[in-house]
């Protein structure tokens, strides 16, 4: 999921066009200013997302008008077919991928059929959603997975489910046991090292830094042998420049265009300054992590003459006289006999006279 040797930044617009395809065209411009890799809105019909009564989550309601419910809030928010074709169009004269969460099946053909995305990202919340996990895999599109509110048993269940679609096992019937048998076969490793992502993430708005868990993200690494990386829900992006020193392949974070915007996401999203100066934050810790060679780059090279010391005469030293520690020492420049020697030159005889600060010879 890299662009190059580049982390693959996604501007999470999310929701936070309200409902206006305008606002939407205007997230796109700031997250292509800002230099994202991709801009990732949020594909559902509401009537396939949530019941009539479905509660909000506790930071929807700080955020939203008190007397709709969940369903209310979403239908406000949807983006139709028509709407995703005019931003598809858009990123591609913007120069950024389009990239959308589906969160039902009729989305997922929407956006694999219709619009012929490249790849899916799937929502912490459809985690467990095998059917959905199922569905998307059988597209044979590369996914990039959430993982909020999960253990490493249900990481691994999803897993399962995609391995089990992308193998597309003719005639078998999809069941926990296959999925496990799929993750576990040689052809379903394969295939989810080849089209599959990991994020690790804390699904709360904002996220307290407490409860953030960075190392958990190693820990994803290290189970899965999965490309991983790290959805921010944090305020500010501190903790996303640590995600990508600790290896992220992936950043995703929200933006707005205003974050005292009426809506459920705009509280814990970044604003335009703040999303550039994020990408370039980025893109500054992921070229000063390098190699891993320690060895002294070039700009070091033309200073360690300056910084480094050499054997010198402490004070004027006769030939014949035998260097001591009262008459030898370490000064700049570092152009001579490395202090290395010293012990080397101590006890023995002077080969001419020294003048105090010269170097030994």
């Known amino acids: 999921m890299r662009d190059g040797k580049n982390v693959y930044i996604i501007a999470e617009a999310g929701v936070n066009h309200n409902g206006s395809i305008e606002m939407a065209k205007q997230l796109v411009d700031v997250a292509a200013a800002a230099g994202a890799n991709a801009v990732k809105f949020q594909s559902f019909k509401a009537e396939n997302l949530a019941t009539a009564d479905a509660p909000k989550a506790e930071y929807q309601s ?12 979403l239908k406000k928010l949807e983006l ?23 969160f039902d099946l ?6 694999a059929k219709e619009l012929e995305i490249g790849k899916f990202k799937i929502s912490s919340g459809d985690l467990s959603n095998a059917p959905l996990l199922l569905y998307v895999a059988m597209t044979g599109k590369p996914v990039i997975l959430s993982t909020g509110m999960s253990t490493m048993d249900e990481v ?3 897993l399962g489910v995609l391995a089990f679609g992308y193998l597309k096992s003719t005639g078998e019937t999809p069941s926990r046991e296959a999925f496990q048998q799929a993750y576990h076969s040689e052809s379903g490793q394969a295939a989810l090292k080849k089209d599959v992502s990991l994020l690790h993430c804390t699904t709360e708005y904002p996220a307290p830094f407490a409860e953030v868990n960075l190392l958990a993200m190693d820990a994803l690494r290290n189970a899965f042998d999965l490309p991983t990386g790290f959805s921010d829900h944090t305020q500010g992006f501190a903790v996303a ?7 992220a392949t992936i950043i995703e974070k929200h933006f707005t265009m205003d974050r005292s915007l009426s809506g459920p996401d705009h509280k814990a999203s970044l604003e335009p300054d703040e999303l550039k100066k ?12 390098g190699t891993g060679k320690k060895a002294p780059t070039p ?5 360690k003459a300056i910084a480094r010391k050499s054997l010198v005469a402490r004070q004027f030293i006769r030939r014949g006289e035998i260097f001591t520690a009262e008459n030898l020492t370490c000064k ?10 010293y012990w080397e030159w101590v006890g023995k005889q002077a080969n001419c006279d020294y003048e105090k600060d010269e170097q030994i010879k």
């Not at 700009?299 to 200073?303: D, I």
Request: hydrophobic content about 35%; proline content about 4%; aromatic content about 4%.
């Open 62 to 73: 700080r955020t939203t008008s008190q007397d709709e419910s969940q369903f209310s809030m």
């Open 80 to 102: 139709d077919e028509n709407a995703h074709r005019l931003l598809v169009e858009y990123c591609q004269e913007s120069g950024i991928e389009f990239l959308s969460t589906p």
């Open 106 to 111: 009729q989305s997922v053909d929407l956006l």
């Open 156 to 158: 691994e269940e999803a």
């Open 241 to 247: 420049l640590a995600a990508v020193a600790r290896g």
């Open 278 to 289: 994020m990408v370039a934050g980025i893109r500054q810790v992921e070229e000063a992590l």
């Open 299 to 303: 700009s070091e090279e033309k200073n």
């Open 332 to 341: 700049r420049p570092g152009d001579g006999i490395a202090p290395i020697h």
